[in-house]
């Protein structure tokens, strides 16, 4: 991958073929919403072929790497959406260490999510948004260590999400108040050359 950082054109690999990518702002809103069909295509894909394995391995990959700092952590996850990559398994494998494992739940447009407390055997409620949340009465916690879902990312650690900006909101705010460490999912033909930023976007960790 080549960047450019004077607002000029870069080139990289995309899907074998050599692409020019435009460093013009004003292009980062057209090119995100093409690459967020082609994301959700690969991640379909992706999911048909392996989604149960790739949920097992996800899991057991995950608890490896942070198995240090689990019994510290307060974790949020989320309730798998369409093709998203399935992380039920390692909330489990969490709830199992007795982790506290938190869900995200909206508040409105444009305001960040709350993540509240979810135990097995408690009911998920429709959030209006098409994800699935606690009910408003379940105790709220501030995660330190966040698992994000989305529809692509790229080396640097840049993540495409579906457009809402839900996630970057919440990220600003939780890293104003709280040392945390936002970990993406995804299947490995979700990566990309580049994801296209703006100001508004937060990285993950």
Request: glycine share 8%; aromatic share 8%; hydrophobic share 40%.
């Amino acid at each position: 991958m080549i960047n450019a950082q004077d607002g000029s054109a870069a080139t990289c690999l995309l899907d074998g073929k050599r692409v020019v990518v435009s460093g013009r702002e004003e292009n980062i809103a057209e090119r995100k919403k093409a690459l967020r069909r082609t994301a959700e295509n690969r991640r379909n894909g992706a999911a048909g072929k392996r989604s149960k394995e790739a949920s097992l391995l996800l899991a057991n990959r995950f608890m490896n790497l942070f198995r240090d700092r689990l019994s510290s952590s307060i974790v949020s996850a989320y309730w798998p959406l369409r093709s998203e990559i399935d992380v039920r398994p390692l909330i489990y494998a969490l709830l199992k260490r007795e982790v506290s494992v938190l869900l995200p739940s909206s508040t409105g447009r444009n305001k960040p999510l709350v993540f509240r407390r979810w135990e097995d055997g408690v009911e998920l409620v429709d959030s209006g948004l098409g994800f699935m949340e606690p009910d408003i009465d379940t105790t709220i916690l501030s995660p330190n260590l966040l698992i994000v879902p989305l529809l692509g990312f790229d080396a640097n650690c840049n993540r495409l999400g579906y457009g809402g900006g839900y996630y970057d909101i919440s990220l600003r705010a939780l890293r104003k108040k709280l040392n945390i460490c936002a970990v993406g999912v995804a299947y490995e033909e979700q990566e990309f050359c580049e994801i296209p930023i703006d100001k508004y976007d937060e990285p993950l960790d």
